[in-house]
């Protein structure tokens, strides 16, 4: 890849609606250019024969067993409700 130029960096700029003097265009094309080269050294490396993947770690989630419990009574639920109705909460009608 060509190395990235102050023009391309007041373009990105522009795009990004961010105000930015010419020392600071200048600092950033140095930067951007240092990182680019620096992220071509990956080409170079021999990756025949290695698998893509997608984490560098086997991971896997580990969960518990979906088991039913009864986890809080309705009454304790309702306990501190400011109102409530044939066992649930009454909440404000949101419909005209």
């Not at 950033?28 to 990956?42: G, M, R, V």
């Not at 490396?45 to 991971?59: K, R």
Request: proline fraction near 4%; charge should be negative; hydrophobic fraction near 35%.
């Amino acid at each position: 890849m060509a190395e990235i130029n102050k023009e391309q960096v007041k373009h990105v700029a522009n795009l990004a609606r961010l105000e930015i003097s010419e020392q600071e265009a200048e600092m950033f094309t140095e930067q951007l250019s240092s990182i680019i080269k620096f992220a071509e050294q990956l080409n170079e490396i021999d990756t025949d024969g290695i698998e893509p993947t997608t984490h560098v770690l086997d991971l896997k989630n580990v969960m518990r067993k979906d088991e039913p419990r009864q986890w809080i009574t309705r009454e304790d639920a309702l306990k501190n409700a400011p109102d409530q109705q044939d066992g649930q909460f009454r909440v404000p009608s949101i419909l005209e």
